[in-house]
């Protein structure tokens, strides 16, 4: 599903003098408008919707469940609205809302209640209750407590536009479409395009001038009855995280924190509802980035996801890397990627040459986490593509550079393709390539440049730049981009690589993410307070951005700073509960205070797949699981200091294989089930 939404803050257009890759056309592609063309337009708000995500569908609800036509209000189907109001009324009046919650990814529970003309006192004798579906079901059902027989008219009002879910984001949806009455309901049709509505039971009364289906119900005291409602269009579609052929487990965490139980549940839920299969290539099911603004495959997020998911199993980073393999520019290896914004102080960076370079990163450590040797095959040749565009790129330089003129030098980037080299070297030795002697070296290089380029001495005990010009100036301001110089990425025998920074440089950044400046009390802060530029509502100028605290947890921990990771493991933690374990994909950049929950923030997607599995990441990091599972070793590293107590997962995937594993009150960590011959490695 492809959906086309106006530009947003995270998507802005490409600045003078860079060149754009161009963009994705795959199926399933997150195509935005072209970057440049026109201005910016605002994005509906999200936050205080109800969505239920099955992909390829969607219900959008406000939290009275009325279906109104407003704003993003309806049901969807391949980024088609199939129905955009849907109101009901009983015994002649609109029932009153009274809660309105999601009851898992792709269910909501909306409860009402009615006065009769018989009701006396304050109390009402009837009770609605409606149970919606991302999957085009509702099912009413209306219950008495009334102490007589009612009879009493049920009316629902059904109408739509047939607009796709861009057009409607823009305010550009159009008026809604005349009705015809169609078996036990209504149809609408304009183009190619169609939808259903159908009741059980039929309707005693259609009238499709008004869309207008309508009941007489009589209840006996406590009695109920129920109408239910399918939305379906003519081309039928397929869920892909509802299947059997769903790549991820069922997997269940419990421990002395209660909540663990609840992230690991619902973040599994939400990566399912974020599954997408390729129509060109059925058997591979990879993460759409978010909802409601990016249902299909965004190449740097789809990867960071499947990648913080290797708990769950390999074969979502299999089919995101087929399928970002299968775009890769002719001749040249880049994998094509927009232009992203990257806060007040930094032009947009290219996702592409984010993606480009975490391809040979996600394949190295799909390796170790046990990719089946013929997927491990195919994809080699291109990683090796990617390599070879970073070494193209490079040239004689120590720097990986923004393309075009300027020649700036992100800070982030040099991270990624530091990555890149040492987790490409080992793919090359492992296959018997050559080069990888020449990617360490270059590595090599790349790390003594940066901890002298990179780094702005200050009396506060320095700070990373965030880049530096082509003359050699620094960037100074500090923010949750950092988190990256402590991804180093896993080699073999559970090693991780080394970091950009040397062992004093980590140790300052580490008290830096763990100042109040950074760190809000519900995660890690995308700019600290003290930058001028600080928004607390600011997606890359202050918002909390879940996956990055996520990378900051085990990040800190991989290096031994187990305070400053257990602050934000615990403020992140607070956080999903306060969203009800659905973390999205960010949220305000407050600072917590006694009594506070965190704020959400109006545009961000929720559920998101990075955000999603940076709930089963986080959960991991306090494990420490570190698989080599061509060596057949698997190292725990669990937090010596058990921040959430005593912890055991178990359903988790290392060698292809169920895992399971126990880590204590005391931070000692056991394998209780893994695949034969897995030993434990030191």
Request: charged fraction near 20%.
């Amino acid at each position: 599903m492809a959906l086309t939404v106006p530009p947003s803050s995270d998507a802005r257009g490409t600045p003078p003098g860079h060149r754009r890759p161009a963009q994705h056309t795959g199926p399933g592609s997150a195509r935005g408008p072209a970057p440049g063309v026109g201005q910016p337009t605002e994005l509906p708000p999200v936050h205080a919707m109800i969505i239920c995500a099955d992909l390829p569908s969607l219900a959008l609800s406000a939290e009275h469940g009325q279906l109104t036509g407003r704003g993003l209000e309806g049901f969807y189907q391949a980024g088609r609205r199939l129905l955009a109001r849907c109101e009901l009324r009983v015994a002649g009046r609109e029932p009153t809302a009274v809660q309105g919650r999601s009851a898992g990814a792709g269910r909501a529970r909306f409860m009402a209640v009615v006065r009769t003309q018989g009701d006396g006192g304050p109390d009402p004798g009837i009770a609605v209750e409606r149970i919606r579906t991302a999957d085009g079901g509702e099912r009413i059902t209306l219950r008495s407590s009334a102490p007589h027989p009612l009879r009493f008219p049920v009316e629902i009002t059904l109408g739509t536009d047939l607009a796709d879910l861009g057009s409607i984001a823009a305010g550009r949806s159009g008026p809604e479409l005349p009705a015809s009455v169609h078996g036990s309901g209504m149809r609408w049709t304009t183009g190619g395009a169609n939808s259903v509505v159908t009741a059980d039971p039929p309707p005693g009364d259609a009238l499709a001038s008004a869309g207008l289906l309508r009941w007489e119900m009589e209840l006996p005291p406590g009695g109920s009855r129920t109408i239910e409602l399918r939305v379906r269009t003519e081309r039928a579609v397929r869920s892909a995280g509802r299947t059997g052929g769903c790549p991820l487990p069922e997997t269940s965490a419990e421990g002395d924190d209660p909540r663990v139980g609840d992230l690991l549940r619902t973040s599994v839920d939400d990566l399912r509802s974020l599954m997408m299969r390729d129509p060109a290539h059925p058997s591979d099911v990879y993460l759409a980035a978010g909802i409601p603004w990016r249902c299909g495959l965004a190449p740097a997020e789809a990867l960071w996801a499947a990648r913080m998911a290797f708990p769950l199993g390999t074969r979502p980073a299999a089919a995101a890397l087929r399928t970002l393999a299968r775009s890769q520019a002719e001749g040249n290896g880049l994998v094509p990627g927009p232009f992203r914004d990257a806060g007040p102080y930094l032009p947009p960076g290219c996702t592409g040459v984010e993606a480009t370079l975490a391809f040979p990163v996600v394949l190295a450590e799909a390796r170790r986490w046990g990719l089946p040797e013929e997927d491990f095959e195919e994809l080699l040749p291109a990683a090796e593509r990617c390599l070879n565009w970073l070494r193209t790129t490079v040239g004689d330089d120590v720097y990986l550079r923004d393309p075009g003129p300027g020649g700036l030098r992100r800070a982030e980037t040099q991270a990624h393709a530091h990555r890149a080299a040492l987790l490409g070297a080992e793919l090359l030795e492992a296959c018997g390539r050559r080069g990888a002697d020449g990617w360490r070296e270059w590595a090599g290089a790349l790390r003594s440049a940066f901890r002298r380029e990179f780094w702005i001495e200050d009396r506060a005990g320095g700070r990373p730049a965030a880049a530096t010009t082509a003359d050699g100036r620094q960037v100074p301001h500090l923010g949750s981009w950092a988190v990256h110089l402590l991804d180093t990425g896993l080699l073999g025998a559970g090693r991780l690589a080394p970091g950009l920074l040397d062992k004093v440089q980590t140790e300052q950044l580490a008290r830096l993410f763990g100042s109040p400046a950074m760190d809000s009390g519900w995660g890690l802060r995308g700019l600290g307070v003290k930058e001028a530029a600080y928004n607390p509502f600011g997606h890359r100028s202050g918002a909390v951005r879940v996956h990055e605290t996520a990378l900051a947890v085990s990040g800190l921990a991989a290096a031994g700073f187990e305070k400053e990771a257990g602050s934000l493991l615990r403020g992140l933690l607070d956080a999903a509960a306060a969203f009800g374990h659905r973390l999205p994909e960010m949220y305000a950049g407050e600072q917590r205070t006694a009594g506070g929950s965190p704020l959400p923030h109006p545009a961000a997607c929720r559920p998101a797949a990075v955000s999603a599995a940076a709930g089963i990441h986080l959960l991991a990091a306090l494990v420490g699981i570190r698989p080599d599972a061509p060596a057949g070793t698997v190292r725990l590293v669990p937090l010596a200091s058990a921040p959430l107590g005593a912890l055991r997962l178990s359903g988790l995937r290392v060698a292809a294989e169920p895992f399971a594993v126990r880590v204590s009150r005391l931070g000692l960590a056991m394998v209780e089930e893994a695949a034969p011959g897995l030993q434990l490695g030191v």
